[in-house]
């Protein structure tokens, strides 16, 4: 399965989405704890617009140098982390 992570990162996100889609991207990441209610909703209507699926994680290395939320802590609904369909029912 493929995954993007850190979808913010990327340049003209629509257009890279598009195009990786078409080479065979399965999901990306839209659960991220460093992401606004906003932005994940951006990714939300993105990801559903191009029928991939999302999901999240906490980023979480164990480098205690970095600054990074404890592990376990990030919220990801359930029905994106346990299917292998679009998760669309009960999203925040």
Known sequence: ??????????????????SLRRAGLDGMEVYYSGYTPTVRAMLRRLARRHGILFGGGSD????????????????????????CAPCTIGVP
């Open 60 to 83: 979480y290395h164990g480098v205690p140098s970095m600054q990074q939320p404890p592990l376990g802590t990030h919220y990801v609904p359930l029905p994106c982390s346990t299917s």
């Open 1 to 18: 399965m493929a995954v993007l992570a850190h979808p913010t990162y990327t340049h003209d996100l629509p257009r890279t989405i598009a």
